[in-house]
């Protein structure tokens, strides 16, 4: 009987992939057998193509001969006498399969219902054994897609709502982190915060915040309880419930429950008495305040009327009619608190007392800032007046004493008060000032009966010159104190001159060399008209020999001048102040100080002055006398009238000429020439050279103080190469001697490092005229004829290194080699032998080493 041979599955086609891998080896292969050997590579690759299409198809006919099917024997069409006799061949027996899958078979089956088979959500498709995965139904399907759809949007949801939380952490650990750094303690008063917002005016934000009406409704209800609290607190306090209104309360209690009608009754007549009560007071109140005048107080606490009048002070009434004196309030509420009448006065100042007197115990060099920072506090805590009476009272305990005061205690006391001067307001220094000019025009007074052993005058005028050095006040006020005591020449004057001199003399010379000159001839012609006595003394000697050092600049004299520390504590101030500010010097004169209890101190702001412009003191007359000298900045009407004819037609650039001029050194010059705080510092390379070529001969003044400003701030650098390239563009309009001292200024300051040689790259070597010839000659003549080789080495390698260069290195190299070593140029040098071979030798040195750093 023949078989049903069963149906086999087709070779599953090949995806893209595979293909790409398959070419991917097929092309690896070829490259083996291509490279394997130096020749016949095409031929080997040839081959092997030959040989796997050979080999394929082979595959494909042995494919095909095993795929042959046998026969199909219909059973349809076998006759049934066979079938029962079971005559079929036994070679036609595996030709049928016994699960009835032939397509032909299936189609002569009657038809089956399909059975549907839904797999769960994530797992895959089983295979039958057959291979097919078996088809689901498009709902199946669709259900499956919103499932995995929601389980997505839950995980996504899940995962904000975690990074959510995460971010609410971190930023609640920050802003505890900024409550920690701004001292805010939820603990101790929770709504702190919400009171900060409505003292700040940003109550409206609450708005933005409170969004939700139950917020909005728990904020009213704590707002209410809280009013609640503070009027039950307050009832408490000012005593309104008292023990006759409890009593009452009992009573009330105990008959309501018998005669509530009557007692309703009652208590409906005792509130319409009540309310027609307060109607009524309240409508004398209203009357009354009607009635009364409308009095304000204004800026300066006195009191006004609706129409503006300044109402009279009733103390001020009693005091004029019972003829006494008006006494201010501040003087009232010290009068007050020195009798006693004010304890809790007296107990402040005791308090501040003690404060002041532990910091100022504890002051030094080392702790100056932190002293001064807490005094400043206390500035802001108490009132100035307070403060200024007690810093007072304790520095005259402190430095005006009977003995010597140590100098360094001085210094450092005066540096706090320059600190307080500058960062609280220049009526602090103001205060101080007038008080110890008050004393010190005490002592001078009565100077002819003070003993010499008793210290306190030297004390205060030790005082007095610290303060002028840390710029406290003007040097006209100094130079009036010096001059008060030179008119009464005697033992005690003549030290604290001494104590001038030796403490601020060189200070007083680099300030105002003028002013200084003419105080020293009014001393020396106050000691020629002394008595003889006085003149033998060895303390007068002594001061004249100390007014000579210190006018000839002359340290070495000076016993124990130290003037580092002065120096340190000045840098140390300067540190100290904060938010741009600065020391603001008094421009008082003395008379001003001394007449201020009775015309007033201009000099603070808002205050009172009653004086007269033409009764003003000596700084009217003064600015009388001296108006030229003022109107000039101080300057002498020579310097000017030079300044004048040198074209000095700005009022920088005239300065800056008249200090060059009038200066000591070139160190004098620097420091008054930065004291003036220009912004323009060509203004400054511009008067220099322009001094330096007006010399009859080069003066190497101007050089010395080109390089200290080139020292000192770059961009004072870059203005002299400015100014340099300047003159150098515009050589034809100068003449031989002005291009000689060119020549010598650049040299010097090119010598010192102050400028770089490149300064001489914008000289035109391809096109040398005869003044740019003569210019280049001179400096280089002068360069290489330069005392110090090592310099004149260092000068040129700075050039040499540099890459940029290369063209000016080449034009100098041709320069030196081929026009300054010529015979002509060389005799017209006139130099000696020995001058002509240095220059020789050095001119080659420099050669090679040009030449050497540019291979």
Known sequence: MAKIRKKEAKAKPLTRKEQRKQKSEVKKQNKRLYFAGKTNGTQRVAAAAEALAAQSLLSRNKKKKKSKKPKVINPDEIPKEQL??????????????????????????????????YEPLGKTLKKSQGGAIQRQDEEAVRRKELRQQKELESKSKKQRLKQLRIENEEEDREINKLEKKLKLNKSKDKNRLVRKMFNDGLDYLLDFVLDDEEEKQKWEEKQERKKKLKEQQEKEEAGMWSDDEEGDEEDMDGPMDNAPEDDSGSEGEDDDEDLSGEEEQSEEDSEQEENAPKIKEDIYGRKRDAEGNILPDPVELEASAAGQKYIPPHQRALMAASAGSSEKQAELLARLLKQCKGLLNRLSEANLHKIAA???????????????????????????????????????????????????????????????VELFDG???????????????????????????????????????????????????????????????????????????????????????????????????????????V?????????????????????????????????????????????????????????????????????????????????????????LELARKQQMNTAERRNIFCIIMSAADYVDAF?????????????????????????????????HLALKFCQFNRKYQLAFQFASWDRINDIEKLSKPQIRNLASFLQQVILAAGLQLSVLKVVDFMQLDKLSFYFMKEVMVRLLLANDEREIYQTFERVAKNTKLQQFKQSVRLFLQHFLLKEDQLDKLKLKDEDRQLLQQRVDHIDKLLAYVDL
């Open 443 to 549: 002592y001078v007074k009565n100077i002819a009966s003070l003993e010499v052993e008793d210290k306190q005058l030297n004390n205060l005028v030790l005082v007095l010159c610290y303060m002028y050095l840390f710029k406290i006040y003007e040097l006209s006020l100094l130079m009036e104190l010096i001059g008060k005591l030179a008119d009464q020449l005697c033992e005690k004057s003549v030290e604290c001159l001494l104590l001038i001199f030796q403490s601020i003399g060189f200070r007083l010379r680099k300030d105002d060399p003028l002013a200084f000159k003419t105080m020293m001839q009014r001393v020396q012609s106050q000691i020629a008209s002394a008595p003889l006595e006085l003149k033998e003394n060895p303390r007068l000697r002594f001061m004249v020999d100390i007014l000579n050092a």
């Open 551 to 639: 006018k000839n600049n002359n340290m070495q004299k000076l016993p124990q001048y130290d003037p580092e520390l002065a120096e340190n504590l000045r840098k140390r101030l300067k540190a100290m102040l904060k938010n741009d500010r600065y020391v603001v010097t008094l421009n008082i004169t003395l008379e001003d100080l001394l007449r201020a209890d009775k015309v007033g101190k201009w000099w603070i702001v808002g205050s009172a002055w009653t004086g007269n412009l033409d009764e003003m003191g000596s700084a009217k007359q003064k600015q009388d006398k001296n108006s030229s000298k003022s109107a000039n900045g101080g300057f002498a009407d020579q310097l």
């Open 671 to 703: 420091e008054k020439i930065l004291h003036l705080a220009l912004k323009d510092q060509r203004a400054v390379a511009y008067v220099i050279i322009h001094c330096a070529l007006n010399e009859k001969r080069a003066n190497p003044y101007y050089a």
């Open 84 to 117: 029962l006799s079971g005559e079929i061949d036994s070679d036609d027996d595996e030709s049928i399969d016994s699960d009835f899958s032939d397509a032909e078979v299936d189609a002569l089956m009657p038809e089956r219902e399909k059975v549907v088979v």
């Open 374 to 436: 807490g005094i400043e506090e206390l500035y802001m805590k108490n009132s100035r007046y307070n403060m200024n009476e007690t810093l007072t009272k304790l520095i005259q305990e402190a430095l005006l004493g009977a003995t010597r005061t140590n100098e360094r205690m001085v210094q450092e006391h005066m540096v706090l008060l320059a600190y307080l001067h500058a960062q609280i307001g220049s009526e602090i220094g103001a205060h101080f000032l007038q008080t110890f």
